[in-house]
């Protein structure tokens, strides 16, 4: 059985945001920071966050576009346009404050044991190298990272040396949005880290994402999911 909620999350320089919250029905155990697309909190967000709760995780999936619009939610490819708008407007800075923020709320809650992973689609595959970079809570990282097609992180890879936790990267050999040089450069960046894997699938871009018809692709999807949950299983 699953439970979900809404969590309210103290930022850095005040103010509160919502996280989707979904837990097992157990007293505690391992969370996992869900980092969201462009869509925002959407359902295929929550419907993940529920997936990952039926696996044992706790689950918060912070809202990033808060200061811009909070429970800002788009459903399907025809919120492209509306997302990317949003995407313009994030302070990166204050987005990684918040992942912080998220994480120190997470460590806190009577339902995690202690362990913390986090894993992110898109701009939350972005979001999610950022949380292992350079989110560190009283002097720790998280534990495990997952991301799912991050566009963003060529734009970062100088931080690679600061990965200190087993990270697993997902991209599709088709996508718009990365090409084949760029996948190849995070390849080369990370190279060194132990603990690190990358997975490429013949598919396009947010290629897990079911809920947009256009760019889900069921097979990668699957195996890529299958993938990640090993992963959580053996680090967290």
């Known amino acids: ?37 462009i869509f925002g909190i959407n359902d295929n967000i929550r419907g993940l966050a529920e997936r990952l709760a039926e696996a044992g995780y706790l689950t918060l999936a912070p809202d990033m576009f808060w200061r811009i619009e909070p429970r800002f939610e788009r459903n399907d490819e025809s919120g492209l346009a509306d997302g990317m708008a949003m995407v313009q407007q994030l302070d990166w800075a204050s987005a990684g404050a918040d992942i912080t923020s998220a994480f120190a709320h997470v460590l806190s809650m009577p339902e995690c044991s202690g362990t913390v992973g986090g894993v992110g689609f898109c701009l939350g595959g972005t979001l999610t190298y950022v949380f292992a970079t ?38 599709g050999n088709r996508d718009p949005y990365i090409p084949e040089e760029q996948i190849t450069a995070v390849e080369a960046a990370v190279k060194e880290r132990p603990g690190v894997t990358i997975h490429r699938y013949d598919a396009g871009h947010a290629f897990s994402n079911w809920d947009a018809p256009s760019m889900y692709d069921k097979e990668a999807a699957d195996l890529a999911w299958s993938r990640t949950l090993g992963f959580f299983a053996d680090h967290l």
């Open 134 to 171: 350079s989110t560190r809570v009283d002097g720790r990282g998280p534990d495990a990272a997952v991301s799912y097609y991050g566009s963003g992180i060529q734009q970062m890879l100088g931080q690679a040396g600061s990965i200190e936790c087993p990270m697993m990267f997902h991209y």
């Open 1 to 37: 059985m699953v439970f979900s909620r809404y969590e309210q999350v103290e930022a850095h320089d005040g103010g509160v945001f919502d996280a989707f919250c979904a837990r097992p029905d157990r007293e505690s155990g391992p969370a996992i920071l869900l980092f969201q697309e």
